[in-house]
T-cell receptor, first 115, second 113 residues
Framework: DTGVSQNPRHKITKRGQNVTFRCDPI?????LYWYRQTLGQGPEFLTY????????KSRLLSDRFSAERPKGSFSTLEIQRTEQGDSAMYLC?????????????FGPGTRLTVT | DAKTTQPTSMDCAEGRAANLPCNHS???????VYWYRQIHSQGPQYIIH???NNETNEMASLIITEDRKSSTLILPHATLRDTAVYYC??????????????FGQGTELSVKP
């Protein structure tokens, strides 16, 4: 079990540029989640996948954000035309059913700074 | 999902037990209680969860009151590395629902030497 990994760990970009983050979940975890966390706040849910299907999206996920999970393995989160308000930590988590529950395991996050 | 209430911050002496309370008075019968923690600049870490019965694992114990309206996370021998923000979350577990976590502000636990 290598845990959830995220790349890159840090990204600095200029306003208006596009960025893409990658998340590799724990193998055999069929659910994958994206969250965003700004300074001093708890993580906020963005979207989740069950296998390759994107089943829920938060209203926080504007049309500049898109997420994919081809083949139900790794996932990418793309932000187009970045704005300074997009600066945050982007967290990925994965889970699978164990007994009656789904514990989520988080990656280290990608910290995005938009200048 | 039910809302939770936690104290904003707590201190604990190193080596002593840390008892972190959580109120979830509107919890319904099929909602689980989950605890996560987040050490500074890291992703949240799963600690423990329970439905009705008290639970214990290698990290902590979870005590849920009989009416399930509140719970306490116990770290039996707190160390400096337990300094973190602790989140109490309640949610339903259903196969046809995503099980997204709704984080509140959490409790900032400071373990002091």
């Amino acid at each position: 079990d290598t845990g959830v990994s995220q790349n890159p760990r840090h990204k600095i970009t200029k306003r208006g540029q596009n960025v893409t983050f990658r998340c590799d979940p724990i193998s055999e975890h069929n659910r994958l989640y994206w969250y965003r966390q700004t300074l001093g706040q708890g993580p906020e849910f963005l979207t989740y996948f069950q296998n390759e299907a994107q089943l829920e999206k938060s209203r926080l996920l504007s049309d500049r954000f898109s997420a994919e999970r081809p083949k139900g393995s790794f996932s990418t989160l793309e932000i187009q035309r970045t704005e300074q308000g997009d600066s945050a930590m982007y967290l990925c988590a994965s889970s699978r059913r164990q007994g009656g529950s789904y514990e989520q395991y988080f990656g280290p996050g990608t910290r995005l700074t938009v200048t | 999902d039910a809302k939770t209430t936690q104290p904003t911050s707590m201190d604990c002496a190193e080596g002593r037990a840390a008892n972190l309370p959580c109120n979830h008075s509107t919890i319904s019968g099929n909602e689980y209680v989950y605890w996560y923690r987040q050490i500074h600049s890291q992703g949240p870490q799963y600690i423990i969860h329970g439905l009705k019965n008290n639970e214990t694992n290698e990290m902590a114990s979870l005590i849920i009151t009989e009416d399930r309206k509140s719970s306490t996370l116990i770290l039996p021998h707190a160390t400096l590395r337990d300094t973190a923000v602790y989140y109490c979350i309640v949610r339903v577990e259903r196969d046809n629902q995503g099980g997204k976590l709704i984080f509140g502000q959490g409790t900032e636990l400071s373990v002091k030497p």
